[in-house]
């Protein structure tokens, strides 16, 4: 999808056009050298990038002036640690030949040889913990759903990717969608289902083609084991594992309370294996090369690698797969390149739209579930988002209580009111501290939502630091009183802008001008 956004097919006809014959793969994951196009030699791949429809001629002679060389070669690759992403942009994601080549299918074979027990084992051995967000023992959950006494047990892949700033797991499923079948199958054989389900967002429509396609020419490899999609309607709740089980039974998506949880009673009342796409697309090494090998790497409780999505005002956006342990500050400077825009980077925002902000100072923290959940943050979906110094963080902290309100499935109160009333009092200490209090029949500054801040003039006015004090009591009301992690994880922006950024919400000092 990226490269497409930025002129692959139009490329891709151009070399057609030209007599060559042309292979789409996924993305490699560097974006700042998208379309990239790579030529097959004697002496192996000569990449070039990016390319436009005009370059063809160039690109054939070997002429052009973006001649990249062997991809691997970049250092943006060389430190990679690619367990998971090392067939995308290499393979044609949709070639059986292509994946078996590559490795493809061992992990599989290697499961069916084990009993299902071993395989659960192998799974706790190897330390992998959920990719999308939780961070939950992966192994922990398939030994509850294989204990589970029921006639029927069902596997279900949340690929409903709603964090902004996140892209691993469509270009997992655009790349090398067999990759994520075959973690499925494994995990079906280890509990002992025999359906799953793939959930995908409706604005995925390249990786919806290839995993529909993928699915059907994968079956007779994958038997008995069966597999269907389900495309969800964009509804951001719905990532959330039992909003997104409704969604599949055709319910409203909204957050059900737990207990149960749905490793007992889950899809349709029965015992099921939910897990994000980049969970279930580890397994497949984790089986063919052994748990020791992929537990070797990491750092602390943070086992194997993280696909760690670099988004926002960077130099090089893309996905960057690396073991556990690198600091933020080599990730976001290093391999990032600092921002795009070249001014000094302010805050980066680690986790999603939910996500908690660091400032540079915190730059020396090693990328791991413990250490973030110690500083007030959290990974989520190893999405970073970098922020220049151009940024309002109380607009920051605003879009976060907003972002909310508008994708609360309303179930439960302290994230249904709580959101609405948390864009109300930012509205007011961002109008308190740039002094402009808005009297009911005056008009808003830009940006205010109408109606949202208004005070009678006679009415008790609270201070800026008082209206700041109920702010943070809303956070901690929402944090412990929501239902889920929507609630719960929106005063993760708000406070840590709060805490880090203090300056942006004091009425004594001016927020920095953009052109400073």
Same mark, same amino acid.
């Given at each position: 999808?990226?490269?497409?956004?930025?002129?692959?097919? @139009?490329?891709? /006809?151009?070399?057609?056009?030209?007599?060559?014959?042309?292979? /789409?793969?996924?993305?490699?994951?560097?974006?700042? &050298?998208?379309?990239?196009?790579?030529?097959e030699?004697?002496?192996? *791949?000569?990449?070039?990038?990016?390319?436009?429809?005009?370059?063809v001629?160039?690109?054939l002679?070997?002429?052009h002036?973006? /001649?990249l060389?062997?991809?691997?070669?970049?250092?943006?690759?060389?430190?990679?640690?690619? %367990?998971?992403?090392?067939?995308?942009?290499?393979t044609?994601?949709?070639?059986l030949?292509?994946?078996?080549?590559?490795?493809?299918?061992?992990?599989?074979?290697?499961?069916?040889?084990?009993?299902?027990?071993?395989?659960?084992?192998?799974?706790k051995?190897?330390?992998?913990?959920g990719?999308?967000?939780?961070?939950?023992?992966?192994?922990i959950?398939?030994?509850?759903?294989?204990? @589970?006494? @029921?006639?029927?047990k069902?596997?279900?892949?949340?690929?409903?990717?709603?964090?902004?700033?996140?892209?691993a797991?469509?270009?997992?499923?655009?790349?090398?969608?067999?990759?994520?079948i075959?973690g499925?199958? &494994?995990?079906?054989?280890?509990v002992?289902?025999?359906?799953?389900?793939v959930?995908? *967002?409706?604005?995925?429509?390249f990786?919806?083609?290839?995993?529909?396609?993928?699915?059907?020419?994968?079956?007779g490899?994958?038997?008995? %084991?069966?597999?269907?999609?389900?495309?969800?309607?964009?509804?951001?709740?719905?990532?959330?594992?039992?909003?997104?089980?409704?969604? &599949?039974?055709?319910? =409203? !998506?909204?957050?059900?309370?737990?207990?149960?949880?749905?490793?007992?009673?889950?899809?349709?009342?029965?015992?099921?294996?939910?897990?994000?796409?980049?969970?279930?697309?580890?397994?497949?090494?984790?089986?063919?090369?052994?748990?020791?090998?992929?537990?070797?790497?990491?750092?602390? =409780?943070?086992?194997?690698?993280?696909?760690?999505?670099?988004?926002g005002?960077?130099?090089?956006?893309?996905?960057?797969?690396?073991?556990?342990?690198?600091?933020?500050?080599?990730?976001?400077?290093?391999?990032?390149?600092?921002?795009a825009?070249?001014?000094?980077?302010?805050?980066?925002?680690?986790?999603g739209p939910?996500?908690?902000?660091?400032?540079p100072?915190?730059?020396?923290?090693?990328?791991?579930?413990?250490?973030?959940?110690?500083?007030?943050?959290?990974i989520?979906?190893?999405?970073?988002?970098?922020?220049?110094?151009?940024?309002?963080?109380?607009?920051?902290?605003?879009?976060?209580?907003? %972002?909310?309100?508008?994708?609360?499935?309303?179930k439960?109160?302290?994230?249904?009111?709580?959101?609405?009333?948390?864009?109300?009092?930012?509205?007011?200490? &961002?109008?308190?501290?740039?002094?402009?209090?808005?009297?009911?029949?005056?008009?808003?500054? @830009? !940006?205010?939502s109408?109606?949202?801040?208004?005070?009678?003039?006679?009415?008790?006015?609270?201070?800026?630091d008082?209206?700041?004090?109920?702010?943070?009591?809303?956070?901690?009301?929402?944090?412990? !009183?929501s239902?889920?992690?929507?609630?719960?994880?929106?005063?993760?922006?708000?406070?840590s802008?709060?805490?880090?950024?203090?300056?942006?919400?004091?009425?004594?000092?001016?927020?920095?001008e953009?052109?400073?």
């Amino acid at each position: 999808m990226a490269s497409v956004a930025l002129g692959a097919d @139009a490329v891709a /006809r151009a070399f057609a056009e030209a007599g060559c014959e042309v292979i /789409r793969t996924g993305s490699r994951g560097l974006f700042s &050298i998208e379309p990239l196009v790579e030529l097959e030699t004697v002496d192996g *791949r000569v990449g070039y990038g990016p390319v436009g429809p005009q370059d063809v001629a160039a690109v054939l002679d070997g002429t052009h002036s973006s /001649r990249l060389g062997r991809i691997e070669d970049l250092p943006f690759f060389t430190s990679q640690q690619r %367990f998971t992403f090392a067939r995308c942009g290499i393979t044609d994601p949709l070639s059986l030949t292509d994946y078996a080549a590559h490795g493809g299918w061992k992990g599989l074979d290697a499961a069916r040889g084990m009993t299902p027990r071993a395989v659960v084992d192998e799974v706790k051995a190897s330390g992998l913990r959920g990719r999308g967000g939780a961070g939950f023992p992966t192994g922990i959950k398939w030994q509850t759903v294989l204990d @589970a006494a @029921a006639g029927q047990k069902f596997i279900v892949c949340n690929a409903d990717e709603g964090d902004s700033g996140t892209f691993a797991d469509r270009m997992l499923m655009e790349g090398d969608p067999y990759c994520l079948i075959e973690g499925m199958a &494994i995990a079906a054989h280890a509990v002992g289902a025999g359906h799953g389900y793939v959930y995908i *967002r409706s604005e995925y429509p390249f990786a919806i083609a290839t995993m529909r396609a993928a699915i059907e020419v994968s079956a007779g490899r994958i038997a008995p %084991f069966t597999l269907e999609m389900r495309e969800g309607a964009g509804a951001y709740v719905c990532g959330e594992e039992t909003a997104l089980l409704d969604s &599949i039974e055709g319910k =409203r !998506g909204q957050v059900r309370a737990k207990p149960p949880l749905p490793a007992l009673q889950g899809l349709f009342g029965q015992p099921t294996v939910i897990n994000n796409v980049l969970s279930l697309a580890a397994v497949p090494f984790i089986l063919a090369e052994g748990a020791d090998a992929y537990a070797a790497v990491g750092f602390g =409780r943070s086992r194997g690698t993280m696909p760690v999505q670099l988004a926002g005002n960077v130099q090089n956006g893309g996905l960057y797969e690396i073991g556990f342990g690198i600091t933020l500050g080599e990730l976001v400077n290093e391999i990032g390149g600092g921002t795009a825009s070249g001014r000094p980077v302010r805050a980066v925002q680690v986790g999603g739209p939910l996500g908690a902000y660091f400032p540079p100072s915190m730059f020396h923290l090693p990328f791991d579930y413990e250490t973030f959940a110690a500083a007030g943050g959290l990974i989520g979906h190893a999405g970073i988002t970098v922020f220049d110094n151009s940024v309002d963080m109380a607009h920051m902290a605003r879009f976060a209580m907003e %972002f909310c309100a508008a994708e609360s499935c309303g179930k439960c109160t302290p994230c249904r009111i709580g959101s609405t009333r948390g864009v109300e009092l930012m509205d007011r200490i &961002i109008a308190d501290r740039d002094h402009d209090v808005v009297r009911p029949d005056a008009s808003l500054p @830009a !940006g205010l939502s109408k109606a949202l801040y208004s005070r009678a003039p006679s009415a008790a006015e609270r201070s800026l630091d008082q209206e700041v004090e109920l702010l943070r009591d809303l956070c901690d009301t929402m944090k412990f !009183g929501s239902l889920c992690a929507l609630g719960g994880f929106t005063p993760y922006p708000v406070l840590s802008a709060l805490d880090h950024f203090p300056e942006d919400f004091d009425a004594m000092t001016p927020v920095k001008e953009a052109a400073q």
